[in-house]
Structures are given as structure tokens and as C-alpha cells.
């Protein structure tokens, strides 16, 4: 069973920056690529940003293109999505997901791995 644990989200005002956490229990967590969604209300579960199993290739959003990095730590069994330039926009709650082939999607249909979320709220 693959639980995803989503941390660091909060109140942040705009152009203030925020780091979210993911933390995986799995052994062979380098096998899988992760993903970020976010989901405001009343609109449907965005893609937000990928990255490969060995954390060579990052994959962005064009709305956070420049603004939020995503990194991984496979020792730590952990993927990071550092927000900068954070906008009242970006407000929603923040998803990580694991796709246990390797492949990066897009689509959030893909996914069949997903932590609970956390909260992002980006005051004007």
C-alpha cells in the first residue's frame, strides 16, 4: 500500500514563498515519477508540476513556469515543490500523486496513488 503525505502548506501573503512536502512510504519509491495538482474551489484538479524517477527532468505548469521548482530526495523518500512569487491565484489545495510506471502525465487520471492535500491560501 503507497501512502503519500503532503506538509507545508498555510497562509502565505502574496509574493511570499511556501515549500510543501511530500513523504512516500515506499521501498522502491525511485521507481515512480510524482507529480503536484491543486484544486480550487469549483474548478476541477489542475496539473501543477512532474518530476522523473531519478529527478533528471522537471515538468512545469506554464501558470507556475519560473515561480515554483520541484525537486526529489529518493533517499528520503521525498518530493518538494518550493513556491516563490506565490499569487492569490495559486490558492487551492496542493496534491502530490505517484505513478508507479515512471511516466509523467499530465492528467490526473493517470494517477492512482494520492496523499490527501494541504492547503495553500495566498492573501492580496
Known amino acids: 500500500q503507497v501512502q503519500l503525505v503532503e506538509s507545508g502548506g498555510g497562509l502565505v501573503q502574496a509574493g511570499g514563498s511556501l515549500r510543501l512536502s511530500c513523504a512516500a512510504s515506499l521501498r522502491t519509491f525511485s521507481s515512480y515519477a510524482v507529480s503536484w495538482f491543486r484544486q480550487a474551489p469549483g474548478k476541477e484538479r489542475e496539473f501543477v508540476a512532474a518530476i522523473s524517477r531519478r529527478g533528471l527532468n522537471a515538468y512545469y505548469a506554464d501558470s507556475v513556469k519560473g515561480r515554483f521548482t520541484i525537486s526529489r530526495d529518493n533517499a528520503k523518500n521525498t518530493v518538494d515543490l518550493q513556491m516563490n512569487s506565490l499569487k492569490p491565484e495559486d490558492t487551492a489545495v496542493y496534491y502530490c500523486?505517484?505513478?508507479?510506471?515512471?511516466?509523467?502525465?499530465?492528467?490526473?487520471?493517470?494517477?492512482?496513488?494520492w496523499g490527501q492535500g494541504t492547503q495553500v491560501t495566498v492573501s492580496s
Open positions: 500523486a505517484a505513478e508507479g510506471s515512471g511516466q509523467i502525465y499530465r492528467d490526473s487520471q493517470h494517477y492512482y496513488h
